[in-house]
C-alpha cells in the first residue's frame, strides 16, 4: 500500500533508536515489525512502538493460508520475547474506515512472558502469557479463548478504549 502511495522506504542503515526521558525508545511502523533486519537495528531499545493499520480483514485467513492474528504473533509478541532488552511493544491499530479503505486490528501491549501473567489471546488464537493489555472486540474478550470457525468472516466491532501501562 505504501509504495502505491509513493512512499519509499528508508536505509536500513538509517533506522536507530533514541531516548526520551530516559528511557530508549525504538520504531517498527507496520511491516517493519515482521522484518528481522529491521527488528536487529532495535535490539538496544525498552520500548518499541509499532503503529499499524491494517487494510485486511483480522478474523480471517492470508493469502499464505495463515489465520492473521496468528500472523500478527510474529511482530509485536515476537519482538517483546526475543529481543532481551525490550520490556514492552506497544501496537496500537487503527481501525474503521478512512476513505474507503477499513482496517482492523486488535491493539496490544506485549512484553515478557511471566507464569503469574493472565493469559490474553487474539481473536482465534490461543491464549497465552506475554500481554500486558488487549482491546477487546465487541463480544469477544481477550481472556477467553474463541474458536476461529465462530468468528471466521464476521463483521466486528471495534469499541474506542485505552491500554495503560506503568513504565
Known amino acids: 500500500m505504501e509504495a502505491g502511495l509513493g512512499i519509499d522506504c528508508a536505509r ?11 528511557i530508549r525508545f525504538g520504531i517498527a511502523i507496520s511491516l517493519d515489525a515482521f522484518s528481522v533486519d529491521y527488528i536487529y537495528r532495535l535490539r538496544d531499545a525498552e520500548i518499541v512502538v509499532q503503529p499499524d493499520a491494517n487494510p485486511q480483514r483480522w478474523n480471517g ?6 489465520w492473521q492474528p496468528e500472523e500478527w504473533m510474529d511482530s509485536s509478541y515476537y519482538i517483546a520475547q526475543r529481543l532481551p532488552d ?8 487503527m481501525v474503521g474506515s478512512l476513505f474507503d479503505i477499513r482496517f482492523e486490528g486488535q491493539s496490544c501491549i506485549a512484553k515478557k512472558a511471566d507464569m503469574n501473567d ?5 481473536i482465534g488464537n490461543q491464549l497465552t502469557s506475554g500481554f500486558a493489555g488487549m482491546m477487546n472486540i465487541e463480544d469477544y474478550d481477550p481472556k477467553d479463548f474463541v474458536e476461529r470457525t465462530q468468528v471466521v468472516g464476521r463483521d466486528l466491532d471495534y469499541p474506542e478504549g485505552v491500554i495503560q501501562i506503568e513504565v
Do not use: A, S
Open 12 to 22: 536500513i542503515e538509517d533506522v536507530k533508536t533514541f531516548k526520551l526521558n530516559g
Open 61 to 66: 485467513y492470508l493469502e499464505n493460508g495463515r
Open 86 to 93: 525490550v520490556k514492552y511493544v506497544v501496537n496500537p491499530m
Open 118 to 122: 493472565t493469559k490474553m489471546g487474539y
